[in-house]
């Protein structure tokens, strides 16, 4: 489920106090909401007394009406009087609202899921995909795209999860109560109520802001937590039912294979962060080696439970008792004679020893022993092979093609690392180290740091084609002198990397990213250094290995407009392109939706995208290569977030062939993951887009003669839109404007994730801050300019050419343009001028007051420009509820905007005079941008 297709719904009542029902929510969303407001302003009250509740009520009472007259005067008495406020009640004030936000969405969480559950079971994601696959194409059009599915969901550490694991936590427990309906007035709800309450005053009495840094194993940690609920309640009944949907329709699963599976950045991106070290890298390894092997044992003790099959019933099995007999030392005596009749909870046992022996030689550092412990999944899935082949031979077919598959299937999506890790570093990085080792080699006419583009191209090239090592073993040694300090960390990734596909398998890293590639050179300088460091072997007549894939990432629109070039300068390389062959002829390419972005707007950065995936199609169809896109999307539609079903199926025809990988980043996380149903809803979303793009979506939609001429009215939109998103971008008193508009310069001291908010290359002022402060900045303010800005201007554009009958037909019959248009309108609505102009009018000197006004124009154009082509006579008027919902969720928002407002100028008072905030005071900014993120969702 996605954040506008949630149920956002805010009421509050008296008992909080601040407004009752009301009449456009539905009816039992209200009622529970209304008890969850109950709670929380007794335990305001037990806590604070009737005087805090009763300044919650008339602040949001006052806002409402600032609201209703847009008299700046009216914004400037609530100012005053917020600004006047002792800041320990100011704190309170905020947080009483921010609650409220955290308990609403818990309680519309709860309705998520019971709406989902009272959906019939053949008008689900998979159940309905599958159906029209099979009716549409057959049935082994249907096993084609099913056999070619290895959809990625690939968690990130990327910091836009405001709250704290320990509230999140809490709002799951509180979804959870509500899950049993219970009658008002009977002993069930005054059991709930109560332990409400107590959840709820546990809640308030916990500090919603991180006082640390998290380091990446905290953020690894986290991501165990979801990915361990995942396997456990969510993945079984997935597979299961996908499986027998699929018999139903000619098609099967294979259980040695995971359709969908999970990666992670965490612990392995190391751009800009300096706290990825190769030394976290391994920790964040063991971890997720950890908590894979208690997974697999987990669902291997489940079996031993359900396989009581006793060989005096169904008699024994040769090629099973052989196995046991060989493997006899891995159990203890008497468990050969509790089970001496029931072979296969012995077997199984087995396994389970295995899987103890791995942890250990894991811990411990040893080399691995065949027959003794695991390295790769085949080996494991060799052993369950064998059991479910011996049932069979003796009439346990059911047994053999239900649970246990179903258990083997899990196995192999978990393997020894739960998640496979990307290692990601900057180009520039690599560059570096390949600068010390040519010039060391002194063969270059000049230093290797003077060469163009295409003459490192070339050297590179030649190099990697090349028998020869560039450097001997001992490389990464600080007495070969060699790298220095600045180099050294680098190169030891890749050593790394060797030491963990030992350890792990090769499944526990199979890709390195490289941020901001621009050519050719970035992608084969990092397939030199992983030769040299024995991860890549072209050279061996017999044993040529490729044990990891190179993944250029284009961030940039220059990059995006360049990738066929990219690419194909890749695959024209022999040497890449056996590297590429030994991988399987599949070739990974990572799409950077957040620079791209702020580098052009929302609409030049998701056609060039959408541009660049046509070019990438084709040249991986001229080198006979299977092309794999890497979506590096963010939760904010000004980081390429939406809807991850229209996303996947927005995409142009061809691109999609079952393989695809994206990314789950922050608050987006906790809100699709925390609970068992709406976790289910997303992994099935998710699944059912990239089989019916595999399958459905091989040929153009419209004619090709429509689809080169919306192409054309498309680019008319984004010429003009990047050209009006520019003359803001490019404006010098934009950096200014930003961060006294916003509070961008208090992110880093929310604590919410381990990396800088700004890179640590070359790149200054804006250009070297993250996509992730920018989009959170503009989204705090309520400006939202990534979101939005420019598509006015490139609408209109169009429209005075002639082409607004043309614009019409796009969105009838262009999946593309709607879902962008869609998103637009979508973050339109979540924009909020009066407040923007209340954070602008308060906080930024009124020279810059002018940018504000450009900004403000090209929002009324936007609307004005998305009301007319969508025909409606307000944003989202064809999406009532979401409408109604963001509404009145404005009424709890906007007295925390003021909040934040007056605590920035409190603050930056301090500052002219050269004194530091209180903690105090910081403690009570903090707050509000935790409230702002609690009341808008998706803020980064």
Not at 692 to 712: I, K, M, Y
């Amino acid at each position: 489920m996605r954040d506008d297709e949630a149920l956002r719904v805010p009421t509050l009542t008296a008992e909080f106090p601040v407004v009752g029902d009301d009449p456009h929510i539905d009816a039992p969303l209200r009622a529970v909401v209304r008890r969850l407001s109950t709670l929380l302003g007794r335990t305001i009250a037990d806590q604070h007394g009737q005087e805090l509740l009763d300044l919650v009520e008339d602040v949001r009472r006052q806002t409402k009406q600032a609201k209703a007259s847009a008299d700046p005067e009216d914004a400037q008495r609530i100012q005053q009087r917020l600004a006047e406020l002792p800041i320990e009640q100011a704190t309170a004030l905020t947080r009483a609202f921010t609650e409220y936000f955290l308990l609403a969405n818990a309680a519309e969480q709860v309705y998520r899921v019971r709406a989902i559950s009272e959906t019939a079971a053949e008008d689900s994601w998979i159940p309905h995909t599958v159906k029209e696959i099979a009716a549409e194409r057959g049935s082994e059009a249907l096993q084609k795209a099913v056999d070619s599915l290895d959809v990625r969901l690939v968690f990130t550490a990327h910091p836009t999860e405001a709250s704290r694991r320990a509230v999140l936590t809490k709002l799951r427990r509180v979804s959870d109560l509500l899950e049993d309906e219970t009658e008002e007035g009977s002993v069930e709800r005054r059991r709930q109520d109560r332990d409400l309450s107590e959840v709820i005053e546990v809640l308030w009495q916990t500090d919603e802001l991180r006082r640390q840094k998290p380091t990446p194993l905290d953020e690894a940690r986290n991501a165990l937590y979801y990915l361990r609920e995942i396997y456990l309640h969510t993945m079984p009944g997935l597979l299961d039912d996908f499986r027998d949907e699929l018999r139903e329709n000619g098609a099967d699963l294979d259980e040695t294979t995971t359709p969908l599976r999970f990666g992670s950045w965490i612990g392995g991106d190391r751009d800009g962060n300096p706290f990825v070290t190769a030394q976290v890298t391994r920790e964040v390894l063991r971890l997720q080696a950890d908590t894979a092997i208690d997974l697999s044992i987990e669902l291997i003790n489940r079996a031993i439970l359900e396989l009581s099959v006793s060989s005096s019933l169904t008699g024994d099995d040769p090629e099973l008792r052989e196995s046991l007999q060989a493997e006899s030392a891995l159990l203890a005596e008497d468990q050969y004679e509790m089970y001496a009749e029931e072979p296969y909870r012995l077997k199984l046992g087995v396994i389970r020893a295995k899987l103890q022996n791995t942890r250990r030689r894991i811990r411990r550092g040893t080399p691995h022993e065949h027959g003794t412990d695991y390295l790769r999944s085949s080996e494991l899935q060799a052993d369950f092979d064998l059991l479910r082949s011996a049932l069979r031979r003796h009439q346990g077919d059911r047994v053999a093609d239900g649970s246990l598959a179903i258990a083997q299937q899990l196995v192999a999506g978990i393997g020894l690392s739960l998640a496979t890790l990307d290692v990601r570093e900057h180009a520039e990085k690599h560059h570096e180290v390949l600068s010390r080792l040519f010039d060391r080699l002194g063969e270059l006419d000049r230093p290797y740091a003077e060469l163009s583009r295409a003459e490192r191209t070339e050297a590179l090239s030649a190099e990697l084609g090349s028998r020869r090592p560039m450097a001997g073993a001992d490389l990464a040694s600080e007495e070969s002198g060699i790298l220095n300090d600045a180099t050294r960390p680098t190169f030891e990734v890749f050593r790394e990397i060797r030491e963990a596909h030992r350890t792990y398998g090769p499944e526990c890293i199979e890709t390195y990213i490289v941020s901001m590639t621009r050519g050719a050179d970035d992608i084969l300088a990092v397939a030199l250094l992983a030769r040299e460091a024995g991860l890549v072997d072209l050279a061996s007549a017999d044993d040529k290995r490729a044990d990891i894939g190179f993944v250029p990432l284009l961030e940039t629109v220059e990059e995006l407009r360049h990738a066929g070039e990219i690419l194909d300068a890749l695959l024209e390389d022999p040497s890449f392109r056996e590297i590429v062959r030994l991988r399987g002829d599949r070739q990974e390419i990572m799409l950077g939706y957040s620079d791209s972005n702020k580098e052009s707007g929302v609409i030049t950065s998701q056609w060039e995208i959408h541009q660049a995936q046509r070019r990438l199609r084709d040249v991986a169809a001229k080198h006979g290569v299977t092309l794999r896109l890497f979506h590096g999307r963010g939760g904010s539609v000004g980081r390429g977030g939406g809807p991850t079903y229209d996303a996947i199926t927005a995409q142009p025809y061809g691109v999609l062939e079952g393989s695809i990988k994206f990314t789950e980043q922050g608050e987006v996380i906790s809100d699709k993951y925390m609970l068992p149903v709406l976790a289910r809803e997303n992994l099935d979303l998710s699944l059912a887009a990239v089989l019916q793009g595999s399958a459905l979506h091989t040929e153009p939609r419209v004619s090709p003669e429509q689809l080169d001429r919306f192409g054309d009215v498309m680019q008319t939109v984004s010429d003009a839109a990047f050209a009006r998103y520019r003359t803001l971008a490019d404006d010098p008193d934009l950096p200014e404007y930003f961060v006294t508009s916003t509070p961008v310069e208090q992110l880093g001291d929310l604590n919410i994730g381990s990396r800088p908010s700004k890179r640590t290359t070359s790149e200054k002022g804006l250009d070297g801050l993250r996509a992730i402060p920018w989009v959170f900045g503009w989204t705090q303010s309520r400006q939202i300019v990534p979101g939005w800005f420019g598509a006015g201007s490139g609408l209109k554009a169009a429209r005075d050419a002639g082409l607004e009958e043309d614009l019409h037909e796009m969105l009838r019959h262009w999946h593309f343009f709607r879902t962008v248009l869609s998103n637009i309108e979508m973050t339109l609505a979540k924009t909020d001028m009066d407040i923007a102009a209340h954070y602008v009018h308060s906080l930024v000197p009124e020279r810059l007051w002018p940018l504000f006004d450009r900004i403000r124009e090209e929002f009324e154009l936007t609307v004005a420009e998305v009301e007319r082509l969508t025909g409606v006579l307000g944003l989202l008027d064809n999406q009532p509820i979401l409408k109604r919902t963001l509404t009145v969720r404005d009424r709890y928002l906007d007295p925390i905007s003021y909040m934040q407002v007056a605590m920035l100028q409190r603050v930056r008072a301090l500052a002219e005079k050269g004194e530091e905030p209180s903690e105090e005071l910081q403690r009570a900014l903090l707050t509000t941008i935790n409230g702002v993120a609690a009341g808008l969702k998706n803020t980064g």
